[in-house]
T-cell receptor
Framework: SQKIEQNSEALNIQEGKTATLTCNYT??????LQWYRQDPGRGPVFLLL?????KEKRKERLKVTFDTTLKQSLFHITASQPADSATYLC??????????FGKGTRLHILP | DAGVIQSPRHEVTEMGQEVTLRCKPI?????LFWYRQTMMRGLELLIY????????DSGMPEDRFSAKMPNASFSTLKIQPSEPRDSAVYFC????????????????FGPGTRLTVL
């Protein structure tokens, strides 16, 4: 079955630098991949979706890449700010109707 | 719009008791999802509904779990009897259902119910 691997260790990044989070999967490449942000005590919030035929997607300071050869997606936050501190989840499409989530990576932006 | 509403926000109960979690999706959304989140297993899909009809309940852990959606604005997830291993945060999410395919739909999550079974 499909497995998603996100770095379970927290990532500490200095304010102003670029934060890069990794999402690896083990089996077939999904047609779509999504990234969500989750703050403590709250539900996940959708950020970006990228399709398998898109190499890169951008939204303001966010950038997502999708490499089906490496079976990997990278999530970048440029000019990071303390307000970007949160847990970031990647989610893969399973078939046409469902998505499965990784366990997420905690990001701390240090002032 | 108030977003997805869940109640209660916190529930503490004793093993063997019945627990009912409630969800009000965003008005106009055709799909409703129930998830469970734990440190060990992450965020897992339990069941989802389309227009109040359960479509896929393959994620429901066992017969102790049941979910209903009597109308477009209300759903419940019931655990009877509850066990300590059911302790988790339970999320409800809804989506418009306009994504083609559905797996591209943006899901809007509620704040979750933190369940502790002693």
């Amino acid at each position: 079955s499909q497995k998603i691997e996100q770095n379970s260790e927290a990532l500490n990044i200095q304010e102003g630098k670029t934060a890069t989070l990794t999402c690896n999967y083990t089996n077939y490449s999904p047609a779509y991949l999504q990234w969500y942000r989750q703050d403590p005590g709250r539900g996940p919030v959708f950020l970006l979706l990228i399709r398998e035929n898109e190499k890169e997607k951008r939204k303001e300071r966010l950038k997502v890449t999708f490499d089906t050869t490496l079976k990997q997606s990278l999530f970048h936050i440029t000019a990071s700010q303390p307000a970007d501190s949160a847990t970031y989840l990647c989610a893969l499409a399973i078939g046409d109707d469902k998505i499965i989530f990784g366990k997420g990576t905690r990001l701390h932006i240090l002032p | 719009d108030a977003g997805v509403i869940q109640s209660p926000r916190h529930e503490v109960t004793e093993m063997g008791q019945e627990v009912t979690l409630r969800c009000k999706p965003i008005s106009g959304h055709d799909y409703l999802f129930w998830y469970r989140q734990t440190m060990m297993r992450g965020l897992e899909l339990l069941i989802y509904f389309n227009n109040n009809v359960p479509i896929d309940d393959s994620g429901m852990p066992e017969d102790r779990f049941s979910a209903k959606m009597p109308n477009a604005s209300f759903s419940t997830l019931k655990i009877q009897p509850s066990e300590p291993r059911d302790s988790a945060v339970y999320f409800c999410a809804s989506s418009l259902g306009t994504g083609i395919p559905l797996s591209t739909d943006t899901q809007y999550f509620g704040p979750g119910t933190r369940l502790t079974v002693l």
